[in-house]
């Protein structure tokens, strides 16, 4: 990836790819995840595109953007609520009405029902699920269509349907002797509401980052072994900690015989873990760590639970963003915190706590790129568009994915975070 010097909180630190500073108009032309985005992802063909957006909002200075959007959301009232994810820049932080991960902003979609519009600044999977939570008068909104996913891209329905194939085809559909079906299938909320659907017509369970633990409790109550996809590293993670060894968690390799698995292997297995991933989290290391605690011995390391296995083993804390947001929060003035988790994030929580020392384990700093694709200009837009009568970006399920989707987010909203 190529670096260059930024200020992004902490001197000498560096960007992942130079055409982070562009606009996201210019990179939206290009297919791909955008700039920081591994050059390993590859973005399916049918991801959606963002149009070009009027040139009143791609050439209005910052100043102007953010008045325009306070004028939009003052005349729209409680008629709008503007959602915004951890990750977010601080530019689009400072209009949302609610901030949070996506557990929170899940049921932030369900608290307003009297809102008209629903604006999602996050990415394509999340303002899918805030689309079959909220109500059909309500119209959801991604201010940049290209706001994807590229762990979420990494399992489709095709090769899902055909991996559940493989699996009940070796173990057979009956229930054992105390009532358990042969395999329950968990999806990350990092997915398609086409996925969400495939679980809730398979009897299992949507799960974020907050509530994995609990959600597999229940799988587990219900099911001998689990299908956990897209990420195999809060898969990993949180069967390890609930005591499950690694040996019992083979990778599924899609578009493999049984997933690259022996039968032997699937039949020892208690969570089959999907090969995929997040780009931003499979960069912290175990060295950083390392780094970290020689040059301040005190410091305290919080990562995520996206990372590899070695790192949150490795780390003194491993959480959602809001756990880390609370760690940051409840740690006493001067201390140390490292953090593995997105930039964005990072760097908000350091301005927010300036009587403590917070910065990132990775020193090439990587935003998530998608993420990053929300750019006042798009917010100015849908915003000013909906004060005109128009709803511009509607993020739409169809009614037969929604159905059987909603089941599976409702069994994940019951779930509630340890």
Not at 8 to 19: E, M, N, T
Not at 173 to 190: H, K, L, Q, S
Request: aromatic fraction near 6%.
């Amino acid at each position: 990836m190529t670096s260059i010097t930024l200020t992004l909180g902490r001197p000498g630190q560096s960007s992942c790819d130079s055409k982070l500073r562009n606009a996201p108009w210019d990179i939206d032309r290009a297919p791909g995840y955008g700039p920081g985005a591994s050059a390993g992802d590859h973005i399916p063909g049918a991801a959606p595109r963002q149009g070009e957006i009027p040139a009143e909002y791609r050439q209005a200075s910052e100043a102007d953007l953010h008045a325009r959007i306070r004028a939009a959301k003052a005349t729209l009232g409680d008629r709008a609520v503007v959602l915004g994810h951890f990750y977010q820049r601080d530019e689009i932080v400072d209009h949302a009405d609610y901030v949070g991960d996506s557990f929170q902003l899940a049921n932030a979609a369900l608290e307003h029902p009297e809102a008209e519009a629903i604006v999602f600044c996050g990415v394509h999977f999340m303002a899918e699920t805030a689309d079959i939570l909220s109500g059909d008068d309500q119209a959801v909104i991604l201010p940049n269509l290209a706001a994807g996913c590229s762990m979420a891209d990494m399992a489709n329905e095709d090769d899902v349907e055909a991996c559940w194939d493989q699996l009940t085809e070796l173990y057979g559909t009956e229930p054992d002797a105390a009532g358990r079906v042969p395999v329950i299938p968990v999806t990350y909320m990092n997915c398609s509401a086409a996925l969400k659907g495939f679980v809730g017509r398979n009897g299992g369970y949507v799960c974020t980052s907050s509530n994995a633990a609990t959600v597999l409790e229940r799988a587990f109550a219900e099911g001998q072994r689990v299908l956990f996809f897209p990420d195999q590293h809060l898969g990993r993670n949180t069967a390890s900690a609930m005591g499950i060894g690694l040996d019992r968690m083979p990778l599924w390799k899609p578009r493999q015989v049984l997933g690259g698995n022996t039968e032997e292997q699937l039949h020892e297995a208690q969570v089959i873990l999907w090969n995929g991933f997040c780009s931003v989290h499979r960069r912290f290391t175990t060295e950083q760590i390392a780094q970290a605690r020689a040059q301040f011995p005190d410091v305290q390391v919080v990562v995520h639970p996206e990372c590899p296995l070695p790192v949150v083993q490795a780390a003194d804390v491993s959480g959602s963003t809001d756990v880390i947001r609370r760690v940051v929060e409840n740690a006493e003035p001067g201390a140390v915190i490292a953090i593995g988790t997105e930039i964005n994030l990072v760097n908000r929580l350091a301005a927010q706590h300036p009587d403590k020392t917070i910065f990132c384990l990775d020193p090439v700093v990587c935003p998530c790129s998608t993420m990053y694709r929300i750019h006042p200009g798009y917010l100015a837009w849908v915003l000013e568009s909906l004060v005109a009568g128009e709803v511009v970006n509607r993020i739409e399920v169809p009614a037969e994915v929604a159905g059987n989707a909603k089941v599976a987010l409702d069994r994940m909203l019951a779930a509630k975070p340890k």
